[in-house]
């Protein structure tokens, strides 16, 4: 067996067993890492039985060991089963339970290959991925080919962001075919990098291929051709586009595109044997001209398969790639995205003290959130200036690293310029005075694939990004500049509006925006400056009666400087006595200088005398209390009303007609306002009016018998609830 084929086998019995825990993964992240404890006991009672029995073995008669060897050799597999389950959920409880070498040692040698050893490797690391959008899910596989095996690394810590094709040294616990590293400094080392692919046209090949238990075609060859190569909005366009034509698809057999298969493998789908099938698929290709060293990539394309993970997985800076289903623009450029060498583009979404912010204390990442990005959540929209720069799109003169402060213009990111078109600012630094990452501001405008509309947020104002250095594969972070809305569409910080990182003392402020540019100032001395908010409450005067509930409405705007982050306000009304306010207390979070509205209702007390009272409202500035401001609105109430309102019945004849309708009409006056008219025929409600004197209602008379008799009846409420009432009989 050549060492191709055992890479490819070893790779699916190591993606399989990944595959059997993704989903429990995902789980364990989100709850805490932590095998259930039934099991981390029952392991510790495994352990202190294996290292027991070890001396029993040590200490035996010769007539006697062979019995503690199959009692051993009994323990170590079931031992060894459940550190294999609990490497990829729970790496810290494999370094709890691990036996250290000494103690390993004194293992009998058949006992030896089933327990976990400290091992020291070096060699090529390849980095996997995968991408389920549906379900937000990225998962990431790390593998090293040691001699003839490839092991899977499973990090305790945070997994490194690093390229397939790195020389690293890696020490750790090895069980099996797995490796658990530890967070340690020198657990992880890298040797040599890898480097994002080289700016070329990219020799391609698409494999198209089925299972024999699944042996379906979801899709032609012409259309992964043209997916991939020729369509005005393929692959290889979008590629040429977004690089500013360094970089595209193109075939090496056909200059327009190659597409082998499709092929059924003699390999049933279950367990998602992606590996072996892609494997099979190449040889079956191999007799129709194909030859994997011709090519740069290879996209691998399948039937939707049970067990498979998400829409397709790629190697970061590798080779090949993996699409499962549908077979798409997003899908193909994406997984090729990060064939070149990139990372997602995300979304980072912040409160500061429990504030919507664009920066905050506690903030939420969002793995494809970034809705202006293929490698996040669009379709098909460019690469973010990151994403360009990491792939050496950008010259030189493309990117300004600011440290001072100033003024600047950004070019626009879809067509090659020679003006600033990556904006970056130096965010935190390691102990050493190297910078770690960078805000990154990025404008765009309609073009292309950028199909923006002339309204959208993004093409109106300066979108900011963290991210570290072009030399780093790590996701993007898009900043919100309207953290009070739900969505990232409108995250763009817009003319007229700026960004102040308290935490840095540095402000953003976008000047002006036009189809050359948008115009930046940036000022890393800019303080905080409070004031009170100012606040208005209408109508300023309204008139009710004792008991009845009015409707005003709290303007509100943020006073602080531009420098200073959101703020929420509490607003607390003082009221007469009895009175009650609908919501009781409410609050509202604004950047500095926006406005809100918030609608309030006044009820007043039943027992309210007849006078003018005043409505007090107070708002504070929770992120410092000091600042407040007040406002008042008068409700009047009125003297007791006792007398009903008048009310009458219209447009009725003596006798209704045969066939046709009536338009009943029924007036209400009041001396005080008419809240509420009804009207009933046949003692069923046919038609409510509010807050107007005069209700009509059509009534279809024509299924009505000839000699029958209906009773019509309207009823009228004023504002201080007096009713009356009138009806008449008619006949038809």
């Avoid at 115009?519 to 409450?537: G, L, Q």
């Avoid at 809100?596 to 500035?621: C, G, W």
Wanted: with cysteine.
């Amino acid at each position: 067996m050549n060492t191709k084929t055992i890479l490819a086998t070893s790779l699916v019995a190591v993606f399989a067993v990944s595959m059997i825990f993704a989903g429990t993964t995902t789980q364990t992240q989100a709850t805490g890492n932590g095998a259930p404890n039934g099991e981390h006991s029952y392991l510790k009672t495994l352990t202190a039985s294996l290292l027991e029995n070890s001396n029993r073995y040590e200490n035996a008669t010769p007539e006697n060991r062979d019995l503690i060897l199959e009692e051993l050799i009994s323990i170590a597999e079931e031992r060894k089963q459940i550190l294999e389950s609990m490497i990829e959920n729970n790496t810290a409880a494999v370094f709890e339970n691990s036996l250290s070498k000494d103690k390993r040692d004194n293992l009998p040698n058949d006992v030896k290959p089933l327990v976990e050893e400290q091992v020291l490797l070096e060699g090529k690391l390849d980095h996997l991925h995968s991408d389920d959008f549906a379900n937000n899910i990225s998962k990431h596989y790390y593998f090293m080919t040691i001699s003839e095996d490839q092991v899977s690394l499973h990090f305790e810590g945070t997994p490194p962001d690093i390229l397939s094709g790195s020389i690293v040294k890696v020490q750790g616990i090895k069980i099996g075919l797995h490796v658990a590293v530890p967070n340690q400094g020198n657990s992880f080392e890298v040797i040599s990098a890898s480097e994002p692919v080289a700016i070329t046209q990219r020799k391609t090949a698409v494999i198209l291929f089925n299972f024999q238990d699944n042996p379906v075609q979801p899709y032609t060859k012409d259309h992964a051709k043209s997916v991939t190569f020729t369509a005005t909005n393929s692959h290889n366009a979008y590629y040429q586009q977004i690089s500013f034509g360094k970089l595209g698809a193109q075939g090496y057999l056909d200059s327009t595109g190659d597409v082998f298969g499709w092929y059924t493998v003699p390999i049933n789908s279950n367990n998602c044997p992606y590996s072996s099938a892609s494997s099979s698929a190449r040889t079956l290709a191999a007799n129709d001209g194909f030859n994997i060293n011709n090519y740069d990539n290879v996209i691998y394309a399948f039937p939707s398969t049970p067990g498979c993970p998400g829409w397709g997985w790629a190697y970061i800076s590798g080779k090949e790639a993996w699409v499962q289903g549908t077979y798409s623009i997003r899908v193909v450029t994406h997984e090729e995205g990060h064939n070149y060498g990139v990372h997602h583009a995300s979304s980072y979404s912040c409160k500061l003290a429990g504030v919507p912010s664009i920066i905050g204390d506690s903030c939420t990442l969002s793995e494809y959130g970034d809705p202006f990005d293929v490698m996040g959540g669009a379709t098909s929209y460019h690469m973010n200036n990151f994403h360009k720069g990491r792939l050496n799109w950008l010259d030189a003169a493309n990117t300004i690293t600011v440290t001072s402060d100033g003024t600047y213009t950004v070019a626009p990111i879809e067509q090659s310029s020679a003006g600033i078109q990556s904006l970056r600012i130096p965010r935190n630094l390691d102990s050493n005075g190297n910078i770690l990452d960078y805000y990154y501001l990025e404008f765009r405008q309609p073009y292309g694939f950028d199909s923006f509309s002339s309204t959208s947020s993004v093409v109106n104002g300066v979108s900011i990004r963290i991210a570290p250095n072009y030399n780093t594969v790590k996701q993007t972070w898009l900043l919100d500049a309207t953290p009070n809305t739900s969505t990232f569409t409108d995250s763009a910080l817009l003319s007229g509006y700026a960004f102040y990182d308290p935490y840095k003392s540095l402000s953003i402020t976008t000047l002006d925006v036009n189809s050359s540019g948008a115009t930046v100032s940036i000022d890393f001395t800019a303080t905080c400056v409070r004031s009170n908010p100012t606040m208005i409450v209408s109508p300023s005067s309204q008139t009710g009666f004792a008991g009845n509930s009015l409707n005003y409405n709290i303007n509100i705007v943020n006073g602080d400087s531009g420098a200073c982050p959101a703020s929420s306000f509490s607003i607390v009304p003082t009221l007469p006595l009895g009175w009650t306010q609908s919501p009781p207390s409410p609050s509202v979070s604004l950047a500095p200088g926006a406005s809100s509205n918030v609608s309030i209702t006044i009820t007043s007390s039943s027992s309210a005398v007849e006078s003018a009272y005043t409505i007090l409202q107070t708002a504070t500035n929770n992120a410092d209390t000091s600042y407040s401001t007040s406002a008042s609105a008068t409700y009047n109430v009125l003297p007791p009303d006792t007398t009903p309102p008048a009310i009458s019945i219209s447009g009725v004849p003596d006798k209704l007609p045969k066939k046709g309708s009536v338009k009943v009409t029924a007036n209400a006056s009041d001396a005080n306002g008419i809240s509420l008219i009804e009207i009933k025929i046949d003692n069923k409600l046919v038609k409510t009016c509010q807050n107007v004197n005069t209700c009509q209602y059509n009534w279809n008379v024509s299924p009505l018998k000839t000699g029958t008799t209906h009773t019509v009846v309207a009823t009228a409420t004023d504002i201080a609830s007096n009713t009356a009432t009138t009806s008449l009989s008619v006949t038809k």
